[in-house]
């Protein structure tokens, strides 16, 4: 990794990335070859097909999600600096010690990292998780396993654990909580988060 | 038998005979297997002279001056017995001994279990573990008084053959698995690293301090004795965690990674201890260096080879009760067996048993889980954690016993102190130093405070004990030393520390768990976080721990899976399973803390009017509507989810069973466990009861609507299904299946219900599987098998459940609002409207569409239940009872016409009305309908809206949510 620092001078804007990011500018450049290695006609950009080539990903039942979430809204391509700040949601927030996902500022943030995976199921981006919506991930997720009714119950029951306002729907603040309620480390998301930074491993 | 329970007594007492503290143990398994340590009563002041016999074979390996023996006691009693003539009474001691003290030292140690616990205040302050502890250094001043020997000791074959298996067992099959793979690196450096590093220390160091003259001349040990004994001293042990950190309730992280420690590190501890009395048997100077490759090597293979045992026995295990539906009753003993076995093979080849145990528990949990029914799953749990409860008690009061006993220690102030301090220094500073690489790592790292309860929580125990006890004296020549040592580092561990470890961490304000269970929300979102960081290790091409564990998944849902888990298991997804839980548990927790108002809501009969219920009927929709709507749901759900496994119903059921129709039924209500062939009268009884039944059907199809085909498919795709389920029970399937394709009306709503019914499980649901069909097909067999659960022809039991689906069927024939609404509206008294009506109103906020369309819809959604059945599920068996009007006696009528037809005895009168009053029911129902403003519209509105989604295959059968808003 340390070697091609050399190589940090393709990377546009490194500087500014890592600083918005938090990367360091190894992670930066690992980032920028996995980038490289995806961008298959060397365009700079990366398009959604791109991103189903990996193989992983194709098996993966919320996939297609994951990777629309790369693309702001209209856009047919990602560019690295855009890919590096949806990655950086993902960053560990372990440093700052968060157990109690105190701090706002940073990218990888608890309420960040609730609002990225909030957006996986609010595919209209009403603000709102709807039945319909949970019920499409829920769908993907639990595949032939279940039946329609069942998987209508249990999107049933979740919107109704989660439902504070009574709207019938998931709003952030809502997923917030659910998300918080419990403290356990073990469950959901921020604590647990991978570290696509570690470049070494 | 009397003689040969004495044959076998002196075998045993021959093999085993000196082995009193054994005397706690072999209850669990003991006597059985031939391990009943037969002894004298020490206890018993009237025999404080008890004969001491020759020291025993092959356990009794610190039994120099135990007493062994009941040998010629034994004799003794044979000849008693044989000899005299013919006596009315005989002492009969030497026969019940063994189990008899036995059951008196579980009986005294539960006992305590009890005491300790009445003081509330004084059991927060105190571990029961201490107390425990303390009451065994009574108990073994009270024997050494009396006895002026000690009697007792913690044996250690009997600890690693009995106690501390059913702990480990325990513990590994109870193990929250994805914790302990999350924290498997820290875990793993920790009992390996830190347990080396422990030991290493602590045996020069003590070397030192011998050569040092801290500790005293008389200890005569060289550099592999203490190594040896550093090694048995430096594990933490999981009996001792367990008992302590079970009652400080820190953080999941922190408790994983200091109790999986503890169980892993059993593998370092058996290598080390093994290797080092082996080398102290050939002597120090004859250690060669290929020797010390051997241990390296035997290390992996104890710890692998351990390892490798477990699993293979989760596999057998999970195998094994793929195939138990048949044997219900011995399911919970397989899981016992194997995972006893995987133990026992372990330590057959000298692994790491431990880990074995472990690892066979965590392996096998889900799928043995997922395979065996709600009951052997609870068998397993109780039976599991009341022994291991027993077997800690035990191996805390013995070991409170054993140091009574001064003949097996000598004192060195030195040796105790410097080792007190050494493995105290270490242990902290291992703990600090592995933290500090591991945090490099670990996302979430150990903090400071962490670290300090990971080193005070470095507990030694039992294992330690029954280590150094089970050294050769001749060749550990400071043995005497190193056990007082132990025991006071045991007792300081455990006593001082553990004391202490509850108000450290509140004053360090360390994270606590808390005990609440995730909830659907949480479910959920913990898969798709699981995906999501899946696929961006995938796009951020990297191959960590997320990859791995979906390969894992992806491997167990492709083979693993489908080797081990039931056809019917396997297609059901952990999600789902997931849910019904939560349903089942908030269920439960609903009807535990309304409870009794449930129950006698649910009891009061028609019969004996209640009005008694009325102010708790009100307490429970407060409560209902106070705990949101989710729990409301949940109690629907419980009756139509598969899982509706609640043990209330199925008591309430027996006890309506009890006191209905007592005369008749009775009889049957014996058989029902046991699958004894048909008497003569019963079918009898079934004849003529589907005979009435057909009869009653027919008066009854004329005044339905045709099925639809298509639910009749949907039905049996769920049947078969069920059949799976339920064909353990045949008796309980209850016979007017047959009839049910012919009643079951046409109505989307008993559809529904009969669904969701169809899938639950066939062991709790006595109810349930009364009300539906199951399985239509295995229906004629099974008959008399209804009779004693479903007998109740009273709305009580099945007012939940039968009310739900057929009244709105009643109500169905034409009016939008169903009858349910109108009867919950019509029975509920004038006080009671209010409540009723915040609570449907609470229900009700998504309904707001105004009944746009009912198509008939085969569909169940959980919901649908909620706002219209609800009503007639509790409310009316109060209700009914109080208002002797006639809708009441005709909902009672009509609900025991229908779906309870399995009552073959009283058929005959109660049909008769039935079959008068099912029509006037219907057509009585249907006016009052629209009459009832608001308040019973409500209710069949948002039912109707629920159960308005479109049929299975149209698209997007709920999106109906988004449109409304």
């Known amino acids: 990794m340390g070697s091609s620092s050399s190589s940090m001078d393709h990377i546009p804007n490194a500087e500014e990335l890592m600083q918005e990011t938090g990367f360091s500018a190894a992670h930066l450049l690992r980032l920028y070859e996995r980038f490289e290695f995806l961008d298959k006609d060397q365009t700079g950009e990366l398009r959604p097909e791109d991103f189903g080539a990996i193989g992983g990903l194709a098996l993966n039942p919320i996939g297609d999600r994951i990777i629309s979430a790369f693309f702001s809204p209209g856009q047919e391509t990602v560019d690295f600096p855009s890919f590096v700040r949806v990655l950086a949601h993902f960053r560990p927030n372990g440093t700052n010690r968060t157990r109690n996902g105190t701090q706002q500022e940073p990218v990888n943030s608890r309420t960040r990292k609730l609002k990225f995976a909030f957006q996986l199921y609010d595919q209209d981006r009403d ?26 119950s249990i999107a049933e029951r979740a919107i109704q654990e989660a439902d504070l306002d009574r709207d019938d729907a998931i709003s952030f603040d809502e997923f917030k909580k659910v998300q918080q309620v419990s403290p356990h480390p073990q469950t959901p998301t921020k604590e647990t988060p991978l570290h696509p930074t570690e470049g070494g491993r | 038998m009397l003689p040969l329970g004495l044959m076998l007594l002196l075998l045993t007492a021959a093999a085993a005979a000196a082995d009193p503290p054994g005397t706690g143990a072999p209850p669990l398994r003991g006597p059985e297997l031939g391990f009943s340590p037969p002894v004298s009563a020490p206890l018993l002041p009237s025999q404080p002279g008890a004969e001491y016999g020759a020291p025993g074979v092959a356990l009794a390996r610190s039994a120099a001056e135990e007493p062994a023996g009941p040998g010629e006691e034994e004799e003794a009693g044979e000849h008693h017995h044989h000899g005299g003539g013919y006596r009315v009474v005989q002492w009969e001691w030497s026969y019940v001994q063994t189990p008899y003290i036995i059951a008196i030292w579980l009986l005294v140690a539960s006992v305590a279990k009890i005491l300790f616990h009445f003081s509330q205040r004084f059991t927060t302050v105190v571990p029961e573990s201490c107390m425990l502890i303390l009451l065994g250094l009574v108990l073994g001043g009270v024997v050494l008084i009396a006895n002026k020997k000690q009697l007792y000791q913690l044996e250690p074959a009997l600890f690693f053959l009995f106690l501390l298996p059913t702990i480990v067992g325990d513990a590994g099959y109870f193990m929250p698995a994805r ?168 330590e057959l080849f000298s692994l790491s048993a431990i880990l074995s145990m472990t690892f066979c528990g965590i392996g096998a949990n889900k799928y043995v889980e997922a395979n065996i029914s709600q009951k052997s799953r609870t068998t397993v749990k109780y039976t599991m954690k009341t022994l291991a409860s027993i077997a800690e008690t035990i191996i805390f009061i013995f070991l409170g016993i054993s140091a009574v006993d001064k003949s097996k220690w000598a004192w060195d102030t030195g040796l105790v102190s410097c080792t007190l301090i050494f493995i105290f220094v270490f242990r902290a500073v291992g703990v600090i130093g592995q933290t500090w690489v591991l945090n490099r790592f670990r996302l979430v790292p150990l903090d400071k405070i962490d670290q300090v309860v990971m080193s005070y929580g470095g507990l030694r125990g039992a294992v330690a004990f029954a280590l150094v006890v089970l050294l050769d004296g001749n060749q550990v020549k400071a043995k005497d030393y190193f056990v007082a040592t132990t025991i006071v580092v045991v007792f300081f561990t455990v006593m001082f520390q553990g004391l202490t470890i509850k108000p450290l961490v509140k004053w360090l304000k360390v994270p606590r768990s808390t005990s609440r269970k995730p909830t659907i929300n949480e479910e959920i979102h913990e898969r798709a976080f699981d995906h999501i960081l899946t696929a961006v290790e995938d796009i951020a091409g990297l191959q960590g721990y997320h990859h791995w564990r979906d390969k894992w998944e992806q491997f167990d849902k492709n083979y693993l899976s489908k080797l081990l888990l039931r056809k019917s298991v396997y297609r059901k997804s952990e999600l789902w399973e997931a849910y019904q839980k939560i349903n089942i548990r908030d269920a439960i927790s609903v009807i535990d803390q309304g409870g009794n108002v449930l129950t006698s809501a649910r009891l009061s009969l028609p019969s004996m009017a209640s009005r008694a219920s ?55 209500s014996h058989y029902s466990r046991h699958f004894m062939p048909l008497g003569e009268k019963e079918r009898q009884d079934r004849e003529v009861f589907q005979r009435n039944m057909k009869s ?54 008993e559809d529904k219900a009969e669904h969701s019914d169809a899938e639950k499980e066939d062991d709790v649901g006595i109810t349930f599987v009364a009300r539906k069909a199951e399985t239509p097909k295995q229906r004629p067999k099974s008959v008399p098998a209804a009779l004693d659960g479903c007998q109740s022809p009273t709305a009580a039991p099945s007012s939940p459940t039968s009310g739900d689906s057929h009244l709105p069927w009643k109500g169905s ?34 309904s707001s569409p105004p009944a746009p369309a009912e198509p008939i819809h085969p569909r169940v959604s959980a919901l649908s239940r909620l706002g219209g ?60 309908g629209p009459l009832s403003p608001p308040l019973r519209r409500n209710p069949c509105v948002y039912l109707r809206s629920l159960v308005t989604m479109p049929p299975t295959g149209s698209g997007e059968p709920h999106s109906r949510g988004p449109t409304q808003l």
């Open chain 1, 127 to 152: 603000g709102k998780i709807s039945r319909a919506e949970l019920l499409q991930v829920l769908r993907a997720m639990l595949g032939i396993q279940v039946t329609e009714e069942q998987l209508q």
């Open chain 2, 179 to 346: 914790l302990f793979f999350d924290n498997l690196g820290a875990i793993l450096t920790y009992a390996v690293v830190g347990t080396l590093w422990n030991a290493f220390c602590t045996g020069f160091c003590l070397y030192a301090a011998k050569l040092l003259g801290v500790i005293d001349e008389r200890v005569q040990a060289d550099l592999m004795d203490f190594l040896l004994f550093g090694a048995l001293i430096s594990a933490v042990d999981p009996v001792a965690v367990l008992a302590v950190f079970e009652e400080v309730h820190v953080n999941d992280t922190l408790f994983i990674i200091v109790f999986g420690e503890s169980l892993v590190n059993d593998a370092v501890t058996v290598v080390l201890y093994k290797v080092y009395i082996s080398f102290v048997e050939v002597g120090a100077e004859n250690v060669q260096t290929a020797d010390y490759f051997k241990g390296v090597a035997s290390f992996l293979i104890v710890s692998i080879g351990g390892t490798l045992v477990g699993l293979v026995f989760a596999v057998i295990l999970g195998f094994i009760t793929r195939f138990t539906k048949k044997v219900r009753i011995i399911e919970p003993l397989f899981v016992f067996l194997l995972v006893y076995l995987a133990y026992l093979t372990a």
């Open chain 2, 614 to 668: 009325f102010p708790e009927v009100t307490n429970v929709t407060n409560y209902l509507r106070e705990n949101g709507s989710g729990v409301c749901l949940d109690l629907q759900v419980i009756d139509n989810v598969p899982g509706a496994k609640v043990e209330e119903d199925t008591e309430t059921h027996h006890v309506l069973a009890e006191n209905l129709y007592k005369p008749r039924r009775r009889y049957q």
């Open chain 2, 696 to 749: 009653r059907m027919e008066t009854f199809k004329s005044t339905r609507y045709k099925r639809h085909k298509k639910e009749r498919s949907l039905k049996k795709r769920r049947g078969s299904d069920a059949k799976e389920d339920s064909s353990d029970k045949p008796r309980r399937n209850v016979s007017w299946q047959d009839k049910d394709p012919v009643v079951v009306p046409v109505e989307s709503e």
């Open chain 2, 813 to 846: 024939v034409g009016s939008p609002p169903p009858c349910v609404s109108v009867e919950a509206t019509k029975i509920i008294p004038v006080d009671l409207q209010q409540a009723w009506n915040q609570s449907i109103s609470s229900l009700e906020s998504i």
């Open chain 2, 869 to 928: 059945p609800r009503p007639a599920s509790y409310t009316p068996p109060g209700s009914i009872g109080s208002s002797t009007s006639s809708i009441g006696a005709q909902v009672s009528q009509g609900s025991f016409g229908f779906s309870e037809k399995k009552k073959e005895d009283e058929e005959e009168e109660e049909e008769q009305v039935a079959s008068q009053e099912m029509q006037p029911l219907m057509s009585s129902l249907r006016p009052p």
